[in-house]
């Protein structure tokens, strides 16, 4: 399963800020309207300052594993009848959501530019992508991050194009004023920067002298950057009350770009927002692979991968309805979420207990 590896800090930086920056980001300013009212892009630095604690957390608990696998150290401590279940709800969630980020994306470019096209054709190319990125491996994985990164990062300069549009007044002296739901806006937040928690399973794969607390820091900072920016943009583009009404007002806002051979470039790049989805699932995939080879030990790799993209393939198609992905995304979020924050505190635990009894050992001899 481990194989030696040579990435850089600036490779798990990237991988970072490409987890995190999902379709979320297409909706953020009308939920930051809706929750934390005017002005609401403000809340968005604050919760990812606040989730930096979470990160150094993870980031401590990949430091004191020294590359080994997180999973091994529960087989040591746990029998199968206690971690087996575990391991199943692990790679359950995972799979899951990354499945529904795929169908969500899917339903969102099918509505826009595609009406007439099967919903199985865009599933199935992405099952194939899918695939075959899985079965090269994580450094063919990590490094075809990087690659797509550069291939999409342009995409974030045509929010500056917009910026003669922008009105001051627009934002208006209030600070989280009007009808608001914090708790909720919360969570909203927490989950446009979810996927830097798959970090305590890719742990494993990164070589000793790579500091993975800096670049996962560096990956949600400039995450956080592209939030506040765009959000804060769109505060000032659209009024508090389009922003309300506006389903995807990013979307909406690079409509108003204008490029003299290009009749719509919103679509071109929600198009290219696919290399951003492709990572995202996979990422969550491998995940879940990585899970279940602690259970089917001696099942084929390229098998497993193989039986995991076909069968969240065959379970994209029970989520027809962008109101039953969105409670799918919403469930299995609020589910990483909380492993993001029970598992390393669990690994803790299990390290402080081995640890424990090293010592006792030592001093019986």
């Known amino acids: 399963m481990n194989t030696k590896t040579n990435f850089s800090t600036i490779d798990f930086t990237i991988l970072t800020y490409m987890l995190q920056s999902g379709i979320t980001f297409f ?8 929750n934390f009212g005017y002005n609401g892009w403000l809340a968005i630095p604050v919760i990812s300052i606040v989730l930096l604690g979470q990160i150094i957390l993870l980031g401590h608990v990949c430091k004191k594993m020294k590359r080994t696998s997180p999973l091994d ?6 029998p199968k009848v206690l971690r087996y279940p575990i391991y199943i709800f692990l790679a359950g969630t995972w799979a899951v959501l990354g499945c529904s980020v795929g169908a969500n994306y899917f339903q969102i470019i099918q509505m826009m530019s595609f009406p007439n096209t099967p919903q199985y054709i865009f599933k199935g190319i992405l099952a194939v992508i899918a695939f075959f990125i899985l079965v090269s491996g994580f450094e063919g994985f990590v490094k075809g991050t990087t690659v797509f990164f550069f291939l ?10 917009v910026l003669k549009d922008f009105q001051f007044d627009q934002l208006t ?5 009007g009808d608001t739901n914090f708790i909720n806006g919360s969570f909203e937040v927490l989950k446009a ?3 830097f928690e798959l970090f305590i399973i890719f742990s494993s794969y990164i070589q000793k002298d790579i500091n993975i607390t800096k670049a996962i820091t560096l990956g949600h900072l400039f995450t956080t950057v592209v939030y506040t920016f765009v959000t804060f943009i769109a505060f000032g583009f659209f009024s508090f009350q389009q922003l309300l009404d506006i389903e995807y007002p990013v979307i909406q806002m690079l409509d108003y770009v204008k490029v003299p051979f290009l009749e719509r470039i919103d679509n071109l ?11 995202t699932v996979t990422a969550y995939y491998w995940a879940a692979k990585e899970v279940l080879q602690q259970i089917f030990i001696n099942i084929n790799e390229s098998l497993l991968i193989f039986i995991i993209v076909t069968g969240n393939f065959l379970l994209g198609f029970m989520m027809e309805t962008a109101r039953e992905i969105e409670t799918v995304v919403n469930i299995f979020s609020k589910l990483a979420f909380g492993i993001s924050i029970v598992l390393p505190i669990f690994l803790l635990l299990i390290m ?3 640890k424990n009894q090293t010592n006792e050992v030592k001093d019986h001899d």
């Open 73 to 78: 150290r529960i087989d040591k401590v746990m």
């Open 352 to 354: 402080k207990r081995s």
């Open 269 to 279: 790049i929600f198009s290219f927002f696919l290399m951003k989805v492709v990572v």
């Open 173 to 177: 002296p209030f600070i989280f004023a």
């Open 27 to 34: 909706v953020l300013p009308r939920l930051m309207a809706e």
């Open 193 to 195: 920067f979810l996927g």
């Open 152 to 161: 999409t990062i342009w995409t974030l300069f045509s929010s500056f194009v």
